[in-house]
C-alpha cells in the first residue's frame, strides 16, 4: 500500500537542484529530465501532496528567468511527476557566478574539506564571493515562494497552528538561512527553517582550515533544527560551534545557543526506498551466469568513494589468492560524476589505466577479472546486479551515509545472501554493524575481507544479513521524512509519531 506522509504545515524544499533538470529540445522546447535519487523519491510526493514548492537551480542557465517551466510529461511515472509547474520556483543566475559557486566553492572546496581532504581544498576569495551572492539569490527566491504562498493559502496559513516549513539541503546553501529568516520577518511571512547537510560535518580541526568558517556555522545556526547523517558529525558540528563561535552548548540535548535563540541539533540517518529495491530486485531478469562469483562496487566516479584503493585491492587478491582467477569476477559501475572538474576528469583517466593493467595481468583467454561500465544505468539493472552479487564492496574513503550499501541490502535474499564489506568512514559504517568492516586504506585488508566475504558459510551470511534487513526495512527514507517532520514539530498526529531508539 502507498503510504504518504503529510506535514502539518505548508512546506518549501530548496535544493541545489530541482527534483528534474530541464532540457532544450532541438525545437527550442523544454523539458523535464528526471533524476529520481531517494532524496526526491521521499521529499516528492510530500511536497506534490501538500501543495508545498520547490526552490533549486533548474539544470540549464535560462536565457530569461521568467520562462515557464513545461508541466511533467504524461508518460512521466517518476515520484515528482504530479508536481505542477506553479510548485516550481527557479533559481537562475549568471555563468560566471554559477561555476564559482558550485564548480569553485562547492565542489573545489567545501566537498573535499567536509570530507577531511583538506590538501584538495581550493581556498579563494572569489569563490567564496560567488557563493555567498549564489546563496543570496537562492534566499531570495525563497522568500518569493513564501510570498506566492501567502499570496494563494493567505487565510488557512494565518489561521494554521504551524507556520510553513522552509527545509534547506546541503553545503551548497548553508548561508541561505539567516537571509531567509531576516527578509521573511520583514515582510510579516512566519515560517520555520530546518536544514539538512547530506555530507560529513568535519571535526573543528578541519572546519577552521576554511578562512571563513565562522560566517559558514552562523549561516547553518540561521535554522530553528540542523540535521546530519549520525551522532559524529552533531557533535562535530556543536563542537565548532562552541569553540569557534564562542556559543553555549547543551551535548546531552544537543542544543546550540546562538543570537538569542536555541538552534536543536540531531542525527537523522537517511534510508532507501527498501521495499521498492527488494522488488525491483525480485523481478530484475538475470545477467550473470552462477559458475562465477561476483564482487559489486557502484559509485559515482569520484576521489571520495576509494575506487583507486579497491582496485588495488582487488589486484593483491588476485595475487594472493590466484585460486579466484577465472572464477570470479569484480563489477564496478561508476556513474560520470562532475566531469568538467580537472580532478575529476583525472581519476577517470586513473581508473581507466588501472582497470587496464590489472586486465592485461590476469586475463585469461575465457575471463577478465574486471568489468567496468562507467556510465549510469537503470534501477531495475542496479536492482539484478544487487541481488546477483556475492559480495558488495562499499569502501569510501570517507561518505556521509553511502546509499549503495543499504541498496545492497534491501536486494538479497533470505535465502542465499551476499556479503556486505563496508568501510567505517561512511555515516553506514556506524550503523551496519553486521557488516564486514575495513580500513579501506589498508590494500592487505580489504583483499583479505574480500576473501573471508567469499568463503563465509551460509549461516553466518544468513544471520549478518536478517539483522542488516530487519534494520533498512524499518528505518527508510519514509521514516527518515518522518523523523525530520517530527524534529520540525510539523508531522501530521496520524502520521505517527515512533522515534529510533
Ligand atoms: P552521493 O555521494 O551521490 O550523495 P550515495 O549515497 O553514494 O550518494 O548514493 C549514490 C546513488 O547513486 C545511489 O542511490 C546509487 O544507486 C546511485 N548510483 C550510483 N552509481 C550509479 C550508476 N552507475 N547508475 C545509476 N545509479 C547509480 C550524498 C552523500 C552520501 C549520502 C547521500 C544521501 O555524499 O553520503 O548517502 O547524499 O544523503
Known amino acids: 500500500m502507498k503510504e504518504t506522509i503529510m506535514s502539518s504545515s505548508a512546506m518549501i524544499v530548496v535544493s541545489n537542484r530541482l527534483p528534474f533538470i530541464l532540457r532544450e529540445a532541438e525545437d ?16 516528492a510526493p510530500v511536497v506534490v501532496e501538500s501543495g508545498g514548492l520547490w526552490v533549486g537551480w533548474p539544470g540549464m542557465h535560462l536565457k530569461d528567468s521568467n520562462v515557464a517551466i513545461p508541466e511533467s510529461d504524461p508518460e512521466d511515472l517518476s515520484p515528482c511527476a504530479g508536481l505542477k509547474s506553479k510548485q516550481v520556483v527557479t533559481v537562475n543566475m549568471d555563468k560566471n557566478t554559477f561555476d564559482g559557486y558550485y564548480n569553485g566553492c562547492c565542489n573545489g572546496t567545501f566537498w573535499p574539506l567536509f570530507h577531511s581532504m583538506p590538501d584538495r581544498a581550493i581556498f579563494k576569495a572569489d569563490y567564496w564571493e560567488d557563493y555567498k551572492k549564489a546563496n543570496l539569490e537562492f534566499a531570495d527566491m525563497t522568500i518569493r515562494a513564501l510570498e506566492l504562498m501567502y499570496k494563494e ?26 537571509t531567509i529568516r531576516q527578509k521573511a520577518e520583514e515582510k510579516n511571512l512566519r515560517c520555520k527553517l530546518g536544514f539538512f547537510l547530506h555530507i560529513p560535518c568535519p571535526s573543528w580541526d578541519i572546519m577552521r582550515l576554511f578562512p571563513w568558517d565562522d560566517e559558514i556555522l552562523q549561516g547553518m545556526l540561521g535554522c530553528d533544527m540542523v ?5 559524529d558529525y552533531c557533535f562535530n558540528f556543536i563542537d565548532c560551534c562552541q569553540r569557534r ?24 540517518p537517511i534510508g532507501i526506498p527498501f521495499d521498492r529495491f527488494k522488488s525491483l530486485a525480485a523481478s530484475a531478469p538475470r545477467t550473470f551466469s552462477d559458475s562465477q562469483q561476483l564482487i559489486l562496487g557502484v559509485d559515482r566516479l569520484d576521489y571520495t568513494k576509494g575506487l583507486v584503493n579497491r582496485i588495488r585491492a582487488f589486484e593483491r587478491l588476485l595475487e594472493k589468492h590466484p585460486e579466484y582467477i577465472n572464477k570470479v569476477t569484480f563489477l564496478q559501475v561508476a556513474v560520470p560524476s562532475r ?44 536492482a539484478g546486479f544487487y541481488r546477483d552479487a556475492s559480495v558488495a564492496l562499499v569502501t569510501p574513503l570517507r561518505d556521509g551515509m553511502n546509499l549503495v550499501a543499504k541498496e545492497f541490502v534491501a536486494c538479497q535474499t533470505e535465502e542465499d545472501p551476499g556479503v556486505l564489506i563496508l568501510s567505517p568512514f561512511a555515516g553506514s559504517g556506524a550503523q551496519m554493524m553486521e557488516a564486514l568492516l575495513v580500513n579501506p586504506y589498508e590494500i592487505d585488508d580489504v583483499a583479505e575481507t574480500i576473501h573471508r566475504a567469499l ?13 542488516l534487513r530487519r534494520r533498512e526495512k524499518q528505518y527508510d527514507v519514509t521514516f527518515w521524512l518522518r523523523s525530520f517532520l517530527k524534529e520540525m514539530g510539523t508531522l501530521r498526529r496520524e502520521d505517527g509519531d515512533q522515534v529510533r531508539p
Not at 527550442?28 to 521529499?43: D, E, I, S, W, Y
Not at 583517466?349 to 574486471?370: A, C, H, K, Y
Open 245 to 268: 563561535l564562542g556559543c553555549r552548548v547543551d551535548r546531552s540535548n544537543m542544543l546550540v545557543e546562538h543570537g538569542g535563540r536555541t538552534v536543536r541539533v540531531r542525527a537523522l
Open 227 to 231: 540535521g546530519f547523517h549520525i551522532e
Open 455 to 467: 568463503t563465509m558459510d551460509k549461516d553466518e551470511r544468513r544471520l549478518r544479513m536478517t539483522c
Open 153 to 178: 493559502r493567505g487565510n488557512e496559513l494565518a489561521q494554521a497552528d504551524e507556520a510553513p516549513l522552509v527545509w534547506i539541503h546541503d553545503y551548497h546553501l548553508m548561508l541561505a538561512a539567516n
Open 339 to 382: 566531469t568538467d572538474v580537472k580532478e575529476y576528469q583525472e581519476l577517470k583517466e586513473e581508473m581507466d589505466m588501472l582497470i587496464g593493467q590489472v586486465n592485461g595481468r590476469f586475463t585469461t583467454p575465457m575471463w577478465s577479472p574486471i568489468r567496468y561500465i562507467y556510465g549510469c544505468i537503470s534501477h531495475e539493472q542496479l
Open 28 to 43: 527550442g522546447t523544454l523539458h523535464r529530465k528526471q533524476c529520481a535519487g531517494g532524496l526526491v523519491t521521499a521529499v
